[in-house]
């Protein structure tokens, strides 16, 4: 599923700071084109998270509603009202794809002696472990 959400951004300083209305999210980039990266990533990690905990992702506003909701969340330090309105479009499908199946870092330890062993006969550690996990869990679920 494809949505465009509002956003606002608004530059202080050496930053481009982002407020997504609908969603109730801040970001920042470096530039504008960094902001807008920025809040669709932070866009699609609140919808996945929405979806997760089985909340309906909110309906995009329309200009006009979104700069109300920009001016009513104004405060005396910071207002987003003034700033460049712009659209984001997320796909969520996509998005939630790209999520599950990106690299995760993890650190193990093993015996030194079994280290130097895998090495020298050429192990793939990171692949010969996603093989394995895979083979333990349909183990389990069995």
Not at 24 to 41: L, W
Not at 54 to 61: A, E, G, R, T
Not at 114 to 132: R, T
């Amino acid at each position: 599923m494809q949505e465009a959400y509002p956003v606002f951004i608004k530059q202080y300083k050496k930053e481009y700071l982002v407020y997504v209305p609908d969603m109730g999210i801040y970001t920042e980039g470096k530039s504008i084109a960094d902001a807008m990266a920025m809040a669709r990533d932070a866009i699609g990690l609140k919808g996945i998270d929405l979806e997760d905990e089985k909340f309906m992702l909110p309906i995009p506003s329309d200009e006009k509603r979104a700069r109300a909701k920009v001016l009513s969340d104004a405060d005396d330090t910071f207002d987003y009202s003034d700033g460049y309105y712009t659209l984001v479009d997320v796909d969520f499908t996509e998005y939630r794809r790209k999520m599950d199946n990106r690299a995760v870092k993890k650190n193990c330890t093993i015996p030194y002696r079994l280290c130097m062993q895998a090495e020298k006969a050429g192990v793939n550690f990171s692949k010969l472990l996603q093989e394995a996990l895979q083979q333990y869990l349909a183990k389990i679920r069995e």
